[in-house]
């Protein structure tokens, strides 16, 4: 299965399918030098299976973690790739979460004002999620993606058989990005949890959450507007991240957290909850509010006072609203949820 993806920065295919990790040259090529960047989390196998395709490979493995899109392992690939006198020519393949496509890309995106870049994504959340729409970056004295690009890849590689070892709390977390999806653009994607078993429609859940980020990057490439429905879950999502994730809170379960006050329907608010909690996440976990709309006053997305929220009247229809930051003070820890 193939998913095109039309940019203005150049297009790009997405490819589907079980076992694709295991013919990577049908998709790409690799008769030429490939720097495989992967961390010491990504099981052996699937490494092995990588190198053992490319016949110039030089494997770099990071160690797993938020603490690798950061300066020093930024430049230790940046020099490694000098030092075995990397061309644009040739190729970085990143093979991993969220955490590898974001580094790996900035480096692709950076070394020699950019070279070829192939994405695997590796865990549910870069599948889903982070591995389109050209996102990459390193984070900056404790702020996320500080440092950062646009920066498309020639291909992204998506092979369901690589869940088969991801932590279970790991496959959940990126799911809440699909879950996202289906609130702010397809309710038949969000139909899909409703049926239970998000396992037993996994495939079908990738592509349509690709879909739903295909449709909106193609529209705002660099986020000047539409775009940002994708932040729905993240406003609040991203303060509670910043409070409770070096406390080993998950990306995800943070957005799950922050989802459920940007939805304007009870209704759907119990639908989402009971979806949530069916893949084990908590989006009533308690938190302090003050911390958390402390951090949010530092959100980049914030303007002379204002901050645009995303919101949810309707199941697939999201609503982008500029409001006072104290407004979003109502929206905190579960105030204004009741019913
Ligand atoms: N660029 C974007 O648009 C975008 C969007 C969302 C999130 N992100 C970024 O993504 C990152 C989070 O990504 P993530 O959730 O994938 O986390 P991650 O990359 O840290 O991976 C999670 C863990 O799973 C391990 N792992 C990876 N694949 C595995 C496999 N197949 N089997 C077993 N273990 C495996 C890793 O070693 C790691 O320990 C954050 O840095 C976030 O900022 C980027
Ligand atoms: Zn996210």
Redesign the pocket.
Known sequence: MELQLHLAGGGYSVFLGKGLLFGLSDFIHLNRKVFLVT?D???EK?VQAVQAQCPDCHLETVP???GA?SFPVYERLCSRLLELRFTRRDLILAL???????LAGFAAATYLRGIDFVNIP??T??QI??SI?G??AINLDGV??CVGAFYQPQAVLVDSE??S???AR?YA??LVEAVKAGLIYDPELFGLFEQGGAAAHLDEIVLRSLRVKKAVVEQDEKESGLRRILNFGHTIGHGVESVYGLSGL??GEAVAVGMLPMIESPALRERTERVLRGLGINPRMPYDPEAVYEVMTRDKKTHGGQITIVTVAELGKACLEDVPMEALKSRLCGKGLEG
């Open positions: 961390d989390g990504v099981p699937w797993q973690g938020e899109k991993g979460g969220g955490v590898i496509g974001d590796t865990t959340l870069s999620d982070s729409g996102k990459v996320k993606n690589v869940l070892t991801l932590p790991h977390n990126g998950y990306h």
